[in-house]
Nanobody
Framework: VQLQASGGGFMQAGGSLRLSCVASGHIFAMGWFRQAPGKEREFVSAITWSSGATYYSDSVKGRFIISRDNAKNTVYLQLNSLRPEDTAVYYC????????????????????WGQGTLVTVSS
């Protein structure tokens, strides 16, 4: 499976962006992670394909919304109320086999990754 991420850009604090990630084949779940300069990749959000169950990190809960379009094999991440600390390269990852819920928050558990899209938030 190949993933293609898009939608990053420059935004002022308080603004919104929408990220997209298209999968080339069937997946069981997709997650978004982000990595700021000098920091480790951290979990942001995930969604399961069959049930649509969603997961968020505490730092984005209530501000970001993850959703999926099964027909388009696409997952969206709506970034609202952006903060300067949201600045990072955002990566989408996919599980191509069924994964337990705890695996959705672990980058090493993912089978495929997109190329990353940069989000820059100014204060």
């Amino acid at each position: 499976v190949q993933l293609q991420a898009s939608g990053g850009g420059f935004m002022q604090a308080g603004g919104s962006l929408r990220l997209s990630c298209v999968a080339s084949g069937h997946i069981f779940a997709m997650g978004w992670f982000r990595q700021a300069p000098g920091k480790e990749r951290e979990f942001v959000s995930a969604i399961t394909w069959s049930s649509g169950a969603t997961y968020y990190s505490d730092s984005v809960k209530g501000r970001f919304i993850i959703s999926r379009d099964n027909a388009k094999n696409t997952v969206y991440l709506q970034l609202n109320s952006l903060r300067p600390e949201d600045t990072a390269v955002y990566y989408c990852g996919a599980h191509v086999t069924p994964a337990p819920d705890f695996g959705l928050r672990q980058p090493l558990a993912y089978d495929a990754w997109g190329q990353g899209t940069l989000v820059t938030v100014s204060s």
